[in-house]
């Protein structure tokens, strides 16, 4: 979990590349999916370093679902 509660750590499914994305703009685009999208996953951003999914290590979503990255 990222030690700045203003920001969110996201990690690449595919190369494990870690980023931290503002809590702000996550939380902005969380709740503009709401309107006929998959609420059920968390939102995802394209690693730049590879074509994997970056999705967050720890994330409570802006209707309350909390979304836990755990390693396979």
Known sequence: MS???KEIEFICLKCKTKERIPRDVVE???????????????P????EKCDGLMVPIYYISVNGKVFE????
């Open 3 to 5: 030690k700045n509660p």
């Open 28 to 42: 902005f685009l969380d709740s503009a999916d709401q309107i006929g999208v998959d609420t059920s996953v968390p």
């Open 44 to 47: 995802r951003f394209d690693c």
């Open 69 to 72: 990255y755990k390693e396979d």
